[in-house]
């Protein structure tokens, strides 16, 4: 079984920083891409931040600049800064990883962590 697991989220001020990990952990041989989607009450989710194995990131428009995605692919882990935090980035965060086991490939999803930043 392959699980991912996301931590780091928390309530913040407007213009506050927070840091999310994602670890993740199973029979993995390969995590192709990594990153991080958020839904936010009454949205579809949406893209955060991805990178590939390669170091290629591809941002959402609306977080360019303010979130920086990095890897250690090393640990199987993600991690996500974000910076300036304003309101509209409250929502849950989710982790998602294309990865290989022995067997077969799998699109993986974390249980989510919640972000809540305050005005």
């Known amino acids: 079984q392959v699980q991912l697991v996301e931590s780091g989220g928390g309530l913040v001020q407007a213009g506050g920083s927070l840091r999310l990990s994602c670890v993740a952990s199973g029979n993995i041989r390969h995590i192709s891409r990594m990153g991080w989607y958020r839904q936010a009450p009454g949205n579809q989710r949406e893209l955060v931040a991805t990178?590939?194995?390669?170091?290629?990131?591809n941002y959402g428009d609306s977080v360019r600049g303010r979130f920086t995605i990095t890897r250690d692919n090393d640990k199987n882990t993600a991690f996500l800064q974000m910076n300036n935090l304003k309101p509209e980035d409250t929502a849950v965060y989710y982790c998602n990883a294309l990865l290989r086991t022995i067997t077969e490939w799998f699109d993986s999803w974390g249980q989510g962590t919640q972000v809540t930043v305050s005005s």
């Open positions: 990178m590939t194995s390669g170091g290629a990131t």
